[in-house]
């Protein structure tokens, strides 16, 4: 099967669980995508489960950037040890919503063995257009047990508090918070 015939079948897959209440809700709140089905996450997970892991597939999915549910699945089909530096970097980059930048985190950069760097590469870039990234990714990393709350990050979360954006601060006041406990 070819991999066009395979996103077919995937986004028909998309549409047998599609849900009105939610893509409603999400169009309502801006969603920059234009292809809503409102799939839950849970369904998404189901449907990747049914498709291999194939690291071309899931970049295919992945630049389909009109679709919230393709650049959802995309993350559970890329193979994690398949994904470098750089294409984790690219895809973070590429992000278009809070909720895309969750699941990225939580679904594929969290799991790779190097995401720590990954995190420093995103933190380095331009002028913290990227730090909800990058710290949401530090926390996946955290809460997976990957790395700990060292001096070092939290002296460096503390310093971004001040300068970080409203959503980014929420973040930030919860890694310090997770760090003391």
Known sequence: ?????????????????????????LRRCNDPHKSIMGCQWIDIMAIAREVPQDAVLAEKLWEIKDSRECRMIATLLYPVSQLDEETAVMWAKDVESDEIADILCQALLGKMANSLQVFYKLLSLDDGKYDYIAFRLLQNIIKRGNASMTAELAAMVKSKMPTSSKRVQGILADLLEDCQQ
């Open 1 to 25: 099967m070819d991999y066009n015939e395979q996103i077919r079948l995937i986004r028909k897959s998309f549409f047998a669980y599609r849900n009105g209440i939610i893509a409603d809700s």
